[in-house]
């Protein structure tokens, strides 16, 4: 397949070029140029094959949710001129991330189940089980690392630490829940479950801005609503659209991104199989059909539509 692994465009007026795990940013004065590759991370790791369609899925899901949560926080998004390509504003970033959760599932049950009943200076209640509903959402934020692995921190430690002013930290809480509610209303529109996501701020022209992408599978976590409270009370696991099944594989194969650990090998069947879970997650939360965007040099059709939107928009 003609998947996006890496580019090394050049592009007329750029000042600057970041390679994220998923993501290559290119920066201009007033704006960032974000292409969505195929590549894939789990544990902070970026996998050695990439996964076709993935980063076409993930950049049109946020376009999607972007566009419908404009009422509820400014955001970042100002076009697509790609299918894996967003541009938007150049913001001064705030150096935490705003993970939010509605349920007791992945690192949080992890944690709830070694015997810790705090998590981010959160108190978690006694007696749950794995993918219970928490009785309100609660906000774990982490540090936001450029390289390795982002921390757990706790609002006080947050303020104390002077990463953000408690004003706007307590602004930063506000939008969370707000955007966590709206997208938990549209995810129950498509028979879902948004059981927890992450959201990431930034400061434009003096107003907290959303940035970023959200509600895409990378980042967040997703239970069908059918049969949940069933599966709950049997003690099944949940039928869920999340990436977590990548990261259950690799646990099961011996790797956590832990030093000295090896990743297995990633067979085209394997890959095959991701990519269709991924295109399955855009259907199923978007309620739209999804469109692959076959092309010989995909490469090349990214550089020229992003030339072709500076050219008339710089």
Same mark, same amino acid.
């Given at each position: 397949?003609?998947?996006?692994?890496?580019?090394?465009?050049?592009?007329?007026?750029?000042?600057?070029? @970041?390679k994220?795990?998923?993501?290559?940013?290119y920066?201009? %004065?007033?704006?960032?140029?974000?292409?969505?590759?195929d590549?894939?991370s789990?544990?902070?790791?970026?996998?050695?094959?990439?996964?076709?369609?993935?980063?076409?899925v993930?950049?049109?899901?946020? %376009?999607?949710?972007l566009?419908?949560?404009?009422?509820?926080?400014?955001?970042?998004?100002?076009?697509?001129p790609?299918p894996?390509?967003?541009?938007?504003l150049?913001?001064?970033?705030?150096?935490?991330?705003m993970?939010?959760?509605?349920?007791?599932?992945?690192?949080?049950?992890?944690t @709830?189940?070694?015997?810790?009943?705090?998590l981010?200076?959160?108190?978690?209640? %006694?007696?749950?089980?794995?993918?219970?509903?928490?009785?309100?959402?609660?906000?774990?934020?982490?540090?936001?690392a450029? %390289?390795?692995?982002?921390?757990d921190?706790?609002?006080?430690?947050?303020?104390?630490?002077?990463?953000?002013?408690?004003e706007?930290?307590?602004?930063?809480?506000?939008?969370?829940?707000?955007?966590f509610?709206k997208?938990?209303?549209?995810?129950? =529109?498509?028979?879902?479950?948004?059981?927890?996501?992450?959201?990431?701020?930034?400061?434009?022209?003096?107003?907290?801005?959303?940035?970023d992408?959200?509600?895409?599978?990378?980042?967040?976590r997703?239970?069908?609503?059918?049969g @949940?409270?069933?599966? =709950?009370?049997?003690?099944?696991s =949940?039928?869920q659209?999340?990436?977590?099944?990548?990261?259950e594989w690799?646990?099961?194969?011996?790797?956590q991104g832990?030093?000295?650990?090896r990743?297995?090998e990633?067979?085209?069947?394997?890959?095959? =199989?991701?990519?269709?879970?991924?295109i399955?997650l855009f259907?199923?939360?978007?309620?739209?059909?999804?469109?692959k965007?076959?092309?010989?040099d995909?490469?090349?059709?990214v550089?020229?539509?992003?030339n072709?939107?500076?050219?008339?928009?710089?």
């Amino acid at each position: 397949m003609n998947t996006i692994n890496t580019t090394n465009f050049n592009f007329p007026n750029q000042t600057d070029f @970041y390679k994220g795990k998923v993501r290559d940013v290119y920066s201009f %004065e007033n704006l960032l140029v974000m292409v969505a590759s195929d590549r894939i991370s789990a544990f902070d790791v970026v996998l050695p094959r990439a996964i076709p369609y993935k980063g076409q899925v993930l950049n049109q899901i946020a %376009e999607h949710f972007l566009k419908a949560t404009r009422e509820v926080v400014p955001n970042w998004l100002i076009a697509t001129p790609d299918p894996n390509v967003s541009v938007g504003l150049k913001c001064e970033t705030y150096p935490v991330e705003m993970v939010v959760r509605g349920y007791l599932a992945g690192h949080a049950w992890r944690t @709830y189940k070694s015997g810790l009943r705090v998590l981010c200076g959160v108190t978690l209640p %006694e007696g749950l089980k794995e993918n219970d509903r928490l009785p309100t959402p609660i906000i774990t934020p982490t540090t936001k690392a450029h %390289e390795g692995h982002d921390e757990d921190i706790s609002r006080e430690e947050i303020i104390s630490q002077g990463l953000v002013s408690e004003e706007e930290y307590a602004q930063l809480e506000k939008y969370t829940l707000a955007l966590f509610a709206k997208g938990t209303e549209m995810a129950a =529109q498509q028979g879902l479950i948004l059981v927890d996501t992450k959201y990431e701020f930034g400061k434009k022209d003096n107003q907290i801005t959303l940035i970023d992408e959200i509600h895409i599978s990378d980042s967040s976590r997703y239970f069908y609503s059918e049969g @949940y409270s069933e599966r =709950q009370e049997k003690g099944e696991s =949940q039928k869920q659209l999340s990436k977590e099944f990548v990261r259950e594989w690799l646990i099961a194969n011996g790797f956590q991104g832990k030093e000295g650990q090896r990743i297995p090998e990633m067979s085209d069947e394997w890959i095959n =199989q991701i990519s269709e879970r991924y295109i399955e997650l855009f259907e199923k939360v978007s309620g739209k059909k999804f469109i692959k965007a076959i092309d010989i040099d995909v490469l090349k059709r990214v550089e020229t539509n992003i030339n072709n939107y500076l050219a008339s928009n710089q």
